[in-house]
């Protein structure tokens, strides 16, 4: 392997490179650089975070507790799983518009697979399996339309959209109500892990970062590449232990007030999604290749680039986070209803990732923003229902939010290309 397949897509060359001092010093005149040129990374959805969370925390009684702490890693777990699949898309420079209705299908199928009594009955982490395949299924069936036939992804998925909702709408309106009965199924956000459980997962969370360090060292070795700043490195270690740690911990007290709480499955499942991802679109041949297509489709073609396999590659992990998306949401109630899924989420996944800074144009994103922009907006709704402000103006903040997000990202791919960077 050489020293460019490993370079990720958002690499930051060392120091030396930039005509940076190194150590300490350059850590700060790099984050100096950073700003000045409008490379900012997620620092600004962290500054927004951090803003609404101390704001519902002096205006909203109940906000700040262990048990509404746990209760929003559950509500925010759902449209994250979406908002992931959703990166991918948008770094093609392409769109999904059937991912609310293909969440709704991997919610329907995994609940007639576990319907007692129906002849089929299969295991809960079968029939989950079995859902999330058939979602992506679908969506490697969308992006052949798109990449082979040539049709815009906005017209196949919102084709796909009304379809799906058809099918949903046509098999409840005749079975009613499916209850969700199997227990693997429902622990996907009801199972809370023990005291020692959680400690064992955050342990393993703050671990990975120190060994993708490693990792990327062998692969690299004799490189620039493999140079670490000493210093960036122990402060993000410590970030990440801080993180993993002080989830357990509150997450733990929760359990005093319910016993059922503690670290919640969901969340522990769109972390190692999270990981999985973020590994598969910085660290793999295929996640180079996507960043490649969303810059330029036609100079990737050129560069030997498979680019029809990539998007139907694409759309099927964004049926598949999609259908593991619908289980989580449907574990919370139990059950499929006509009601389902809500009628915002499709917005909610599609805004998660463009406040986290995946550009609508392709070739600029990571994942890790995705996952930022579900929490930042899971925080705002929640918080806005502690208050009980109205859906009207919960919708009317969040796009007020989105919108600032895209002026502000717009605003720093204009200085980055004043700058030359």
């Known amino acids: 392997m050489s020293a460019a397949d490993v370079v990720g897509p958002d690499r930051v060359p060392p120091p030396e490179e930039q005509g940076l001092p190194s150590g ?3 850590l700060w005149a790099r984050a100096w650089l950073n700003l000045r040129t409008g490379n900012l990374g997620p ?19 109940n906000f700040f507790t262990a048990v509404n702490f746990v209760n929003l890693i559950n509500e925010s777990a759902g449209t994250a799983m979406l908002a992931f699949g959703v990166v991918f898309v948008l770094l093609l420079g392409e769109i999904d518009l059937s991912i609310g209705y293909l ?22 982490l079968l029939a989950m399996l079995i859902a999330v395949a058939v979602c992506a299924s679908i969506g490697a069936l969308q992006g052949s339309i798109v990449a082979f036939v040539g049709v815009p992804s906005f017209v196949v998925t919102l084709g796909g959209f009304l379809i799906w909702q058809g099918v949903i709408l046509n098999t409840l309106e005749q079975r009613g ?22 400690w064992i997962v ?19 070795r004799g490189t620039q590449i493999a140079r670490v700043n000493v210093y960036a490195f122990l402060l993000r270690t410590l970030s990440i232990g801080i993180a993993a740690f002080g989830v357990v911990e509150i997450s733990d007290h929760a359990r005093v007030i319910a016993t059922t709480l503690g670290v919640q499955l969901s969340g522990v499942i769109v972390i190692f999604f999270f990981i999985l991802l973020t590994f598969l679109a910085k660290w793999t041949t295929f996640g180079r290749h996507v960043y490649a297509v969303g810059g330029n489709a036609e100079a990737a073609r050129r560069a030997g680039i498979n680019v029809k396999r990539i998007k139907v590659l694409v759309f099927a992990i964004s049926g598949a986070t999609a259908g593991i998306g619908g ?12 009601t389902f899924p809500p009628g915002n989420l499709l917005l909610n996944a599609i805004a998660s990732a463009v406040i986290g800074g995946v550009s609508l144009f392709g070739g600029r994103g990571e994942v890790r923003g995705a996952l930022l922009g579900a929490v930042l907006i899971g925080t705002l709704q929640n918080g806005l229902n502690t208050l009980n402000v109205s859906n ?11 919108l600032g997000a895209v002026t502000l990202d717009t605003i720093a791919v204009r200085l980055q290309a004043r700058s030359g960077r």
């Open 202 to 220: 955050a342990a393993v969370i703050t671990a990975l970062y120190p060994l993708s360090v490693v990792y990327r060292r062998v692969a690299a």
């Open 392 to 402: 009207g103006w919960i919708y009317i903040i969040t796009g007020l939010v989105l």
């Open 177 to 198: 109500t499916i209850i969700i009965q199997d227990r693997w199924i429902n622990y996907t956000d009801s199972y809370g892990f023990s005291h020692l459980g959680g």
């Open 103 to 124: 969440a709704g299908i991997g919610a329907l199928v995994v609940a007639e697979l576990q319907l007692p009594g129906s002849g089929h009955q299969l295991n809960g």
């Open 24 to 26: 300490l010093s350059g």
């Open 43 to 61: 620092f600004p959805i962290i500054v927004g975070l951090v803003i609404v969370i101390l704001l519902f925390k002096f205006t909203a009684t």
């Open 327 to 338: 289980i989580i949401f449907a574990s919370q109630v139990n059950s499929v209803a006509l």
